[in-house]
């Protein structure tokens, strides 16, 4: 990358705006990347040089960094936290004045960079409207949801307690006993969604790291292990190599397996020879953890419930769990799908960011 060649040295007139080497004919690759409407800047971090910037990436930075200022336009576009942490090919959001840059650090060789940067301030704004017209949407739906599963077992309680006061001359001990503890499980439905709602807003932030898969995973299912051995769950597992590393919390990603592993168990209650198969496996840059179980599986009618408050089967659910699972996960970057076959099997597939590699 030698910028010393002069432009006129070039029999075209011309150099490549990468290299500043002279052009042997019509580079379209440099004038497509200079025209592209995403900017492109290429950092030499050994020299500390800018050594390319396009167009629109020169726009973005107008009238706040000078373009050509190493040590402005890597702090701006965070990249010795990149370097440190190694942290590369993943997709950050970088506050920028009163705007906001999307940007993707790329290392093309040992000292050079390749970032790709948008700005997102526009994006944000509408997404943020979107996010709060559908919360206002969602809030009475939810609102409802909740006196009902509260309700419910309030009134149940009530209506325990009113006939234990009115007879209790009359009744025995061990039937006024009888009545204290259908009161104490109506109880614990309520303690039951009061975790969930405090789940809900756990792992706002999440603190996502680099994390080694195989043993994550083998930790966690040796939690789980000795719960479903009592009920005869056999669980399988198949760890691909490529898949080794992800990027995100691991205490948020424990709770979602739980939760998932939670749904499979349940659905194989009285099934035979009941399992539940996991596998993780690389597609890019993205890591999939699949669960697969051979349980009762999902009615089709059901099926588009499935993420909505206080969708349940379950008579000590709350049908908090997936919606959980789906927020905690959109906010690692990740998703969730579930296929199921009713009687057959349900694959619940997880897709999150995969790791850099660890120094
Ligand atoms: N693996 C599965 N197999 C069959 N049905 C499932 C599976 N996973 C989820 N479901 C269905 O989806 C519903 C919603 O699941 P979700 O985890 O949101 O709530 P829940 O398990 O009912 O209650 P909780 O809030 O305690 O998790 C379940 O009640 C069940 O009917
Ligand atoms: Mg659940």
């Known amino acids: 990358m030698d910028s010393s060649i002069n432009a006129t040295a070039c029999s075209h007139k011309k150099c490549c705006p990468i290299s500043k080497t002279p052009c042997l004919g019509e580079c379209i690759y440099a004038n497509i990347l200079d025209d592209i409407s995403m900017g492109l800047v290429g950092l030499d971090i050994k ?3 800018v050594f390319f910037q396009n167009k629109q990436a020169v726009e973005i930075f107008k009238g706040t960094v000078q373009s050509k200022d190493y040590d402005a336009v890597s702090s701006v576009l965070n990249i010795e936290d990149c370097i440190t942490a190694n942290r590369f090919n993943l997709r950050q ?8 840059l999307g940007c993707t650090v790329y290392r093309i060789a040992e000292s050079y960079l390749w970032i790709y940067v948008t700005d997102i301030t526009e994006k944000m704004r509408l997404d943020s409207i979107a996010e709060a017209v559908n919360t206002m949407n969602n809030l009475g739906y939810i609102f409802s949801g909740i006196r009902h599963e509260l309700g419910n077992p309030i009134n149940s309680i009530k209506t325990t307690m009113t006939v234990c006061r009115n007879n209790i001359q009359a009744y025995s001990k061990d039937t006024i006993l ?8 109506d ?7 009061l975790k969930d709602l405090k789940n809900f807003s756990m792992y706002e932030n ?12 083998e930790n966690l299912l040796s939690m789980v292990a000795p719960d479903f051995g009592s009920s005869n769950i056999k669980i399988k597992t198949a760890l691909r190599p490529e898949a080794e590393l992800g990027y995100f919390d691991p205490r948020a990603l424990q709770h979602v ?8 168990s349940d659905a194989l209650q009285g099934r035979e020879n009941p399992e539940i198969a996991i596998s993780t496996y690389r597609i890019g840059d993205r890591i999939i953890i699949k669960v697969r179980d051979n349980g009762c599986g999902i009615p089709d009618e059901q099926k588009k419930h499935l993420f909505k408050p206080f969708t349940t089967t379950k008579t000590q659910g709350t049908g908090l769990g997936l919606v959980i699972v789906k927020k905690m996960l959109s906010k690692m970057d990740g998703t969730i799908t579930i296929v199921s076959t009713q009687n057959v099997e349900t694959i619940v597939t997880i897709n999150i960011p995969a790791g850099s590699q660890l120094v």
């Open 47 to 49: 020299e500390r040089k």
């Open 93 to 100: 959001t970088l506050p920028f004045g009163n705007r906001f």
């Open 178 to 185: 009888e009545y204290i503890n259908r009161a104490m499980t």
């Open 187 to 193: 109880i614990t439905r309520v303690e039951d969604l």
């Open 206 to 217: 999440p603190d996502r790291r680099n994390v080694l898969i195989p043993p994550y995973l």
């Open 257 to 264: 397996i739980l939760n998932i592993l939670t749904n499979a």
